[in-house]
């Protein structure tokens, strides 16, 4: 049973380069996003009276990249699994 299911998913993204493709775009989306979001908020200097705040306006800034790239990552593993399924339908047939 499992055996089977292993090999009609790698026969589906064999013939179906879109599936694998979303899951690349999302793990490289994802690696992107963090890498982005960390050198953009690494160099931020603020200065006069804001300093004090810094280290919170940090915190919070790379908790929104975090959450883009997640966001960025989740959605393309849902395309990536729509185009699946369609592709092994068109495939396989209804099973």
């Known amino acids: 049973m499992i055996r089977d299911w ?4 790698l026969e ?11 899951f690349i775009i999302g793990m490289v989306g ?5 890498l982005l979001g960390e ?4 160099n931020l200097e603020l200065s006069g009276t804001v300093k004090p705040l810094e280290d919170g ?7 929104h990249y975090d959450k883009a790239a997640l966001v960025i990552l989740i959605s393309s593993w849902v395309a ?7 592709d092994k339908k068109r495939l396989f047939g209804d099973y």
């Open 12 to 22: 589906v993204i064999n013939f179906s380069s879109r599936s694998a493709w979303m």
């Open 57 to 63: 306006i940090k915190e919070r800034l790379f908790r």
């Open 30 to 34: 994802f690696m992107g996003m963090i």
């Open 6 to 9: 292993f090999y009609d998913l």
């Open 39 to 42: 050198q953009i908020v690494t």
């Open 80 to 86: 990536a699994y729509k185009f699946y399924r369609k």
